[in-house]
């Protein structure tokens, strides 16, 4: 059975060219970017397609945002942006790794969750740490919902439940403000 050129689809006849799992005619081996026939030995591979090494220069290798420099090898995209495995790190205190992990962006930064939560997440009127889910609105400030509770009796506040606050902006429930 006669191969078919990744090319053209038609049936090669003559002279093969076998490259990135395809059979190709040698004159329809060309590069992705700038469609110009690829003769030398060295080519580059992007999307399973060949591309020849000045194309692959300036216009499928990326720059990595960190450093500035051209990543050649392993390589994170993200955020819109291309970074070397090992540049893909946290904008805050902690500096880890994030390929592969969940990260938030802030400020055109990636940051892992912890670092994110401790320095952008609103802080609970209540126990001040920061509030990574729901939250409730009272008071001028968010808040977790069990911190949420009467400053004097400690029993939580319910969302339809009258308060009012006191000097600190507590809240203090019904029964309490009397």
């Not at 090494?53 to 990595?64: G, L, N, P, W």
Request: aromatic share 8%; hydrophobic share 30%; proline share 4%.
């Amino acid at each position: 059975m006669a191969a078919t050129c990744f090319g053209c689809k038609e049936e090669i006849k003559d002279k093969m060219l076998e490259a990135l799992g395809k059979s190709w005619h040698p004159e329809h081996f060309a590069c992705k970017e700038c469609k110009k026939r690829i003769a030398e030995n060295k080519f580059h591979e992007s999307d399973g397609l060949p591309v020849c090494s000045k194309c692959f220069e300036t216009k499928v290798q990326a720059i990595c945002a960190a450093c500035r420099k051209l990543v050649t090898e392993k390589v994170v995209k993200a955020m819109g942006k291309t970074w070397h495995l090992e540049h893909f790190i946290c904008g805050g205190p902690c500096k880890q790794q994030l390929s592969g992990k969940t990260f938030f962006e802030r400020n055109g930064k990636p940051y892992c969750a912890a670092d994110y939560e401790r320095l952008y997440a609103p802080k609970c009127g209540g126990c001040k740490k920061p509030i990574a889910e729901k939250a409730l609105s009272a008071l001028e400030s968010k808040w977790h919902k069990e911190c949420f509770k009467c400053k004097l009796c400690k029993e939580p506040i319910g969302v339809d439940a009258k308060f009012r606050a006191d000097k600190e902006k507590q809240p203090i429930c019904e029964k309490c403000g009397v």
